[in-house]
């Protein structure tokens, strides 16, 4: 099992910068890949960033330029920095990590840390 916990969600205006954090715990080990996703009101999740166990980096097309994710393996922690916010950014951001082990997949997800962006 893997347990995620986001922070660092907030009102920001647009132009602003925040910094999310998602702290892992459990079976960390084996964790594959961890990414980031969104979910705006009346939208569908979509995928904002990844990275893998080998920090080979994914990122969304609108967002690239804009966000980093990084990760600090000595704090099973997971990072999204978030530059020059846009009103479109605003949405429920949720920490996901996949896990594959002895061939079955496993999926996790945080409790979602609200980012509002004010124009």
Known sequence: Q???VES?????QA???????????????SINRMRWYRQAPGKQRELVAGITSGGITTYEDSVKGRFTIY???AKN????QMNSLKPE???VYYCNAYRQV?????DYWGQGTQVTVSS
């Open 102 to 106: 002895w061939g079955t997949t496993y």
């Open 2 to 4: 893997v347990h995620l």
């Open 71 to 73: 990760r600090d393996n």
């Open 15 to 29: 132009g602003g910068s925040l910094r999310l954090s998602c702290v892992a715990s459990g079976s960390t080990f």
């Open 89 to 91: 950014d605003t949405a």
């Open 8 to 12: 660092g969600g907030g009102l920001v």
């Open 77 to 80: 922690t997971v990072y999204l």
